[in-house]
Each structure stands twice: as C-alpha cells, then as structure tokens.
C-alpha cells in the first residue's frame, strides 16, 4: 500500500508542476523516480485522484487536477474561457456550445462551482448539458455561466 500511496503523491506532485500530455509521457518521469507503472495503473490512479484532461494552446492537451480546475485555469490556460460559445434552453436543460474538445474541461470547472440552480453536467466534445434546478430560471443560469465565461452568448 505504500508504493501506491508513495506513486498517487508524486503522480499529483508531477501533474500540478509540469505540462504532462500523456500517459507515456507521465511513465518516463515516474521511472525517473524509480517508480515503475502501465497505462492500466495509470488510468485506475487518474479516476481515483481525479485527473482531467484540458485543452493547451502549445501540448494539445495537458492532464490537470480537477480540483484545480478553476477561475486560476480558465484565465491562465489558452484562454479555455473564450471556447465557450453559447447557451440555448430547453424547459430545465440548458445546453453550452463549445469550441472542438473544451467541454470536459469546461464542464469540470461548472461542477467544480456547485451552482444551488444546477443539478449537474454531462459533456460531449463540443457539447454540454447542464440539468437545472426546477426552480432555476434561464436568467439567473445565463448570468452565472456569462460571469464564469464572458465569451458566451444566450440564444
């Protein structure tokens, strides 16, 4: 149990001070510690430390901590703010236009965020739905997601 206590750590260590785009990737600098992992074991600790993936303007994509998945990342990460398009509503569903890729990402710092009007988000690739609060209006949903993404425009 220490090993993998000792690997999820400097996994965490790794992924929050270097720009990590891939499992391979994040397998050599484990080695360089003289930690040894697959891809499987990898894949089982991402789940259980909650690691995400999100756009990079220069790597592609870059594996992050959700929890850090905040206001810090929209402003500072290729600006993952200015990927989010619109927002159309349907009864208490709400959908989120994204650029190609970002709505994991953006969907990670909506939850991330516990809107009380929110039940909760399921993201596609360029897609999100949010499931409102049967008390949540489309105003009040609209604002909170302009101030989280000044780019983004009601329909």
Do not use: C, W
Request: avoid cysteine; glycine fraction near 6%; charged fraction near 25%.
């Amino acid at each position: 149990m220490r090993n993998k206590i000792e690997r999820l750590n400097l996994i965490r260590r790794i992924i929050e001070e270097e720009l990590i785009g891939s499992q391979e990737e994040l397998i050599k600098r484990l080695a360089e510690y003289g930690i040894q992992a697959t891809q499987s074991t990898l894949s089982r600790d991402f789940k259980e430390i909650n690691i995400s993936k999100m756009p990079h303007h220069e790597k592609g994509y870059i594996y992050v901590l959700s929890e850090k998945l905040g206001t810090e990342i929209v402003t500072n990460t290729s600006n993952i703010g200015d990927a989010v398009l619109d927002i159309k509503f349907s009864h208490n569903i709400a959908v989120i236009s994204t650029k190609s890729g970002y709505a994991s990402a953006i969907s990670v710092i909506i939850d991330s965020r516990k809107f009380k009007e929110i039940l909760g988000t399921i993201a596609g690739d360029n897609n999100i739905i949010l499931i409102l609060h049967e008390d949540a209006t489309h105003q009040e949903v609209t604002e909170q997601m302009q101030q989280l993404f000044p780019s983004l425009t009601h329909l």
